[in-house]
């Protein structure tokens, strides 16, 4: 049997970004073969600029990462009630590439941010976003991190155990999905 491919979307660009470090804690404890930390540094989307240059070659890029991975990851902060715009820009660009990369694609959805919501309401908009897609995404365990400046140690690792059991739950139902 293959080993997984596990493709993660941040929606934070910042390179210490909680949610970066989320995503990678999920893939260290998922385990993949290839893990892959998808780029979402893409130009705004414009319409005029897909109809006389076509799709951005990094976008195509993110849609084919997409389209191979055995699942996906994605975490968002919280910007003003919803996902962050760097994460629905992604999501709008890829939705212009051919065919539908995410298409029945497992997905496990997760947020940290710094209020004590952990990033509720703009993981329940997040899921709004993907239902076009046709994606299968996992229901639960949900991963709110909140404050969480305060939840990685100096390496990147979630210091709360409860944080570490539900994420590890989240990642065994991911691997069960993708089929390994």
């Known amino acids: 049997m293959s080993k997984p491919i596990l493709l993660a979307l941040s929606g934070s660009l910042r390179q210490n970004a909680t949610n970066r470090k989320l995503v990678r804690e999920a893939a260290r404890l998922f385990n993949p073969g290839t893990f892959i930390e998808a780029d979402l540094n893409l130009p705004l989307y414009d319409g005029d600029v897909e109809a006389q240059d076509g799709i ?74 993907m239902v076009p897609f046709q994606t299968r995404i996992l229901q639960g365990p949900e991963i709110h991190l909140a404050n969480s400046g305060s939840e990685f140690d100096d390496q990147g690792k979630l210091v709360n155990e409860r944080y570490e059991s539900a994420l590890g739950t989240l990642m065994q139902k991911l691997r069960t999905e993708a089929g390994f």
Not at 66 to 74: E, G, P, R
């Open 56 to 129: 951005p070659d990094a976008v195509q890029k993110l849609a084919d990462q997409i389209s191979q991975a055995d699942a996906v990851i994605i975490s968002t902060p919280e910007y003003n009630k919803g996902p962050s715009g760097v994460l629905k820009n992604a999501l709008d660009w890829v939705s212009r590439t051919q065919g539908n990369p995410w298409q029945d694609k497992p997905v496990a959805v997760m947020s940290a941010a710094a209020g004590r919501a952990g990033g509720e309401r703009a993981q329940m908009v997040l899921r709004a976003f």
